[in-house]
């Protein structure tokens, strides 16, 4: 069973930044994805990046240019830095991973971005 944990989520005024952070436990092996979602109440889950298993990355418009995704196989875990946030970017973001046609979702961060 894999397990995913978020963290780093919080409260920043617009054109702050943050650090999410997705730590993973339990059984991995082979070729996996990981991605980052967010979900606003009363919207569908959306996707905000996601990177291959080697170092191939694909973003959404909205984070073209302000968010970065990485992932470290040793741990394994997966990175959002954000920057220039801005309010519509307020929902909770989900830690994605698929695997061996498994999907696994973290508990999610909620995200704030408020003056």
């Known amino acids: 069973q894999v397990q995913l944990v978020e963290s780093g989520g919080g409260l920043v005024q617009p054109g702050g930044s943050l650090r999410l952070s997705c730590a993973t436990s339990?059984?991995?092996?082979?070729?996996?994805?990981m991605a980052w979602y967010r979900q606003v109440p009363g919207n569908q889950r959306e996707l905000v990046a996601r990177?291959?298993?080697?170092?191939?990355?694909i973003y959404k418009d909205f984070a073209k240019g302000r968010f970065t995704i990485s992932r470290d196989n040793a741990k394994p875990a997966v990175y959002l830095q954000m920057t220039n946030l801005e309010p519509e970017d307020t929902a909770v973001y989900f830690c994605?991973?698929?695997?061996?046609?498994?999907?696994?979702w973290g508990q999610g961060t909620q995200v704030t971005v408020s003056s």
């Open positions: 994605n991973l698929g695997a061996g046609g498994a999907v696994y």
């Open positions: 990177v291959a298993n080697g170092s191939g990355t």
């Open positions: 339990g059984s991995l092996s082979g070729i996996y994805a």
